[in-house]
């Protein structure tokens, strides 16, 4: 069975996490909640509480085959700031596997200089934190090991992608089917 982790900190947005998180799960990922701060409760943008499987602190990564980074502000901030986040990122970077991130997040890759030569997309206004990249105004953009989607309304657009590279197309498209997502279209 593949194996996701999803990186919370403090200030994530709700949506951008809740979607692909529930896709994953449809598809039949075997996702794990990673706090990046020292408690497992993680506060959303909006005040809700969550509590993650584990700590970041306590967890090894490597069974992973993907490494999602919810946006969110100040959650990007606080993913930017988490040295060991960036020791697991430069792992999955190095191993090939799966990075992505949605709407301010694409920024801790950005950063980091990852996405040097590659096509993604942001929340508006963060495109000067993607360095290097070539910014596009798109929903959702894979290059290479790299997804990056534009915001919480990507929330389906970027479960589904990340979906279909841990299954295949047709699983991610039935769940999408399942949830009644663009049924009535």
């Known amino acids: ?15 951008e996490f809740t979607l692909p998180y529930d896709i994953l799960l449809r598809a039949g990922v075997a996702v794990h909640t990673v706090s990046t701060g020292n408690s497992r409760e993680v506060r959303s943008a909006h005040g809700l509480c969550l509590v993650a499987d584990t700590l970041l602190a306590d967890t090894d990564l490597a069974d992973g085959q993907l490494l999602f980074l919810p946006g969110g502000m100040p959650g990007s901030e606080n993913l930017s700031k988490s040295e060991a986040l960036a020791t697991w990122i430069r792992h999955y970077a190095d191993c090939g596997k799966w990075l992505a991130a949605i709407c301010a997040a694409p920024l801790v890759y950005g950063r980091m200089g990852l996405l040097e030569g590659r096509s993604a997309t942001c929340y ?5 934190e993607l360095t290097g990249a070539r910014p596009l105004p798109q929903t959702v953009v894979r290059d290479g090991q790299f997804i990056t989607g534009c915001g919480p309304g990507a929330g389906f657009a970027m479960g589904h992608a990340l979906a279909e590279v841990l299954t295949d197309k047709a699983t991610a498209d039935a769940v999408l089917r399942q949830m009644m997502f663009g049924v009535y279209e």
């Open 1 to 15: 069975m593949k194996k996701a982790y999803i990186a919370l900190a403090d200030g994530f947005e709700e949506a």
């Open 124 to 128: 508006p206004g963060f495109e000067n």
